[in-house]
């Protein structure tokens, strides 16, 4: 069953590419494969490598350079990471200046010693975490050709992300840690240096092999192909794994269709596992001691229940195992793992469980560039976190998005937001880019099942899954996804909301008389235009909802579950600050008027909302 599932998601990838390829000349990706041969040094904490690279290229661009990302020179002092992160105003915790007081032996290094093309030498420059490469022939549109490298790495000392031995005392956090060959797509090569976000890459499948002290257990990406003969618990049941005498054991991994390989070690793992049913087998590795052993005792079957309710509602999951791994900085996700640091209260354990977990969705399957719309990613992981923690950990009573929406308005009011459209890089604050790209990110997802309905909300959720797996979407596939569903025109939502810091403000500016009729004026003070759900609480109880969709989205939402009836629907121009809504009710009947009580409009200032009707206005 696993080498049928296996070739179904090598085979869905060959598809998706030609599929690219073929039907829109816009959208093309190049395939990568891998394979790497690396020794460890444990005692040294250097590596050795080697890299064959077949590379093809899917565009219809002639290539006469390639790029390389070689992560770890970012841990040196003076290096780019480390002058941003003494220069920001408000910089990292984790890092500050911690890189430039990092000594020789505890630097990162990653040096390209040969590379060759075809068998011919090519010339090329390190250029701090990018290797410009000067290819001695082009690469013609849909070419492949086979890259020849060796390489040395020396692991850092955990700063950001990938090192050694952490704060919780783990070996290697191996992330990032092989040279990578830079993304080319529709906008050309991303060789952006490594200042310190997060990735993009070309889906493809990779063949590692890591030989490492015998005393140490690996856990990461892929398939441990040579389970049998490793042992530590990933044998199959009665097998009996064969003793050596070597001081050192070679581990075999395979991806199929990933972008990116990790992979951790440490002599103190402990290594649970469990088969899912209609699932993935669920790796957990982690230092069992007094600071871990009762919460991570309870993970695996939060973790199985987080797979299973993605699967269900976000799309099935496609690998045939995923891991959670003691490790890194905080949390971090990879194709099909995780590493996480493991000292945490169950609540806590469990959460970024569940982040990095629904990140393998985004990021991990879907492949949103986390570099240049970095909001993507973090927005559709940090609404699906609040989500799947609702179903699986415990149930909030109230919206289950509130925090997001409280860290959007405060940094809305805070002066300094940027638009969602800068690059992951380039914002000028980190309090800037947090709060945006996770909270604001993830008000967008929420809010878009405002604007389009529910149902319609939740069929373009599927759809977007089931039309770009392994294709990496952009920002405006995710609009035009909802568009298809809906019917509505949203390109409006992404230019007022992602592409601009203007902000939504409406209010319920009176409730009056008119003869048997009463008469609603509403007004937009924010910038940002929004349709909008207008709840009438009558006297008795019951409630009624006028729905004012804007002309510019070109049509309406049905009508939702568990909302009001819908008695009234009137356009609202966007020039229009002002509207005025008749209702066919007298005002006596009426309690009060309010804009969204469901809370998913994110109106930054919600006291002008509503409305509770007095005497004074009935004699009015």
């Not at 549109?141 to 990938?162: H, I, K, N, S």
């Not at 393998?360 to 492949?367: Q, T």
């Not at 308005?409 to 604050?429: I, M």
């Not at 996804?481 to 939504?504: C, N």
Request: charged share 25%; proline share 5%; hydrophobic share 35%.
């Amino acid at each position: 069953m696993i080498k049928r599932l296996r070739f179904a998601v090598g085979l869905l990838s060959l598809l998706g590419i030609t599929t690219l390829t073929h039907a829109q000349k816009d959208r093309f990706q190049q395939k990568v494969k891998y394979e790497m041969d690396v020794k460890m040094d444990v005692v040294k904490n250097q590596y050795t490598g080697t890299q064959k690279l077949h590379y093809t290229n899917n565009s219809p661009d002639t290539l006469d350079r390639a790029f390389y990302h070689l992560y770890y020179n970012a841990f040196q002092p003076n290096s780019m990471m480390d002058v941003r992160s003494r220069t920001i105003a408000d910089p990292d915790r984790r890092v500050r200046d911690r890189i430039q007081s990092l000594s020789p032996e505890e630097y990162g290094i990653l040096e390209v010693k040969s590379l060759k093309m075809n068998g011919k030498t090519v010339d090329f420059d390190h250029e701090e975490t990018i290797l410009e490469v000067n290819l001695a022939e082009p690469i013609l549109p849909g070419e492949t050709v086979v890259f020849d490298m060796e390489f040395f790495g020396q692991v850092p000392l955990q700063v950001r992300r990938a090192g050694r031995d952490n704060a919780e005392g783990i070996r290697y956090s191996m992330s990032q840690w092989y040279p990578k060959m830079a993304a080319y797509d529709v906008r050309g090569w991303h060789a952006n240096p490594y200042i310190g976000r997060e990735f993009y890459g070309n889906f493809g499948d990779f063949d590692v092999k890591i030989t490492i002290d015998k005393d140490y257990l690996l856990g990461g990406t892929g398939y441990l192909e040579n389970a049998n003969q490793i042992g530590k618990g990933y044998e199959d049941a009665g097998v009996k794994v064969p003793a050596t005498k070597s001081k050192e054991l070679t581990w075999h991994f395979t991806a199929p269709n990933v972008h990116d390989f990790m992979w951790a070690a440490d002599p103190k793992y402990t290594l649970v596992k469990e088969q899912m049913e209609n699932g993935p087998m669920v790796h957990l590795l982690y230092v069992k001691d007094e600071k871990t052993e009762e919460n991570w005792g309870k993970l695996m079957q939060y973790t199985i229940d987080a797979i299973k309710y993605c699967s269900e509602n976000f799309g099935k999951y496609p690998y045939d195992q995923y891991s959670v791994i003691q490790g890194g900085d905080g949390g971090m996700e990879y194709p099909m793992a995780t590493l996480i640091t493991g000292h945490r209260n169950l609540r806590s354990l469990v959460g970024v469980t569940v982040h990095e977990l629904i990140h393998s969705w985004y990021y991990g399957v879907l492949g949103f560039n986390e570099s240049s719309e970095p909001w993507l990613d973090e927005g559709f992981t940090t609404w699906g976190t609040s989500v799947v923690m609702d179903a699986v950990f415990e149930k909030d009573p109230n919206f289950v998005h509130n925090g997001s929406y409280r860290s959007y308005f405060r940094l809305a009011g805070a002066g300094y937001e940027e638009p969602l459209t800068t690059h992951g890089d380039h914002y000028n604050l980190n309090s800037a880019y947090g709060p945006g790209t996770y909270n604001k990110g993830a008000v967008f997802v929420e809010q878009m099942a405002y604007v389009v309905g529910k149902e319609n909300f939740d069929k373009a959720l599927l759809k977007l899954w089931n039309d770009f797996q392994f294709k990496h979407p952009n920002g405006n596939d995710v609009i035009r996804t909802f568009e298809k569903v809906s019917g509505l025109e949203l390109d409006w939502y992404y230019d007022y909301f992602i592409a601009s810091t203007k902000q939504i403000d409406y209010g319920v500016k009176s409730v009056e008389a008119a003869g048997k009729d009463t008469k609603i004026i509403l007004e937009r003070k924010g910038m940002m235009p929004m349709p909008l759900d207008v709840v009438v609480t009558y006297q008795d109880g019951s409630q009624e909802l006028i729905y004012l969709p804007l002309v510019i989205q070109r049509g309406e939402k049905p009508e939702e579950s568990g909302m009001p009836k819908r008695v009234l629907t009137q356009k609202w121009p966007w020039t229009d600050y002002t509207t005025e809504v008749k209702l066919a009710r007298p005002i006596s009947e009426i309690k009060s008027v309010e804009i969204d009580p469901s809370m998913r409009l994110a109106d930054v200032d919600r006291e002008n909302n509503k409305i509770e009707v007095s005497v004074e206005m009935e004699k009015k």
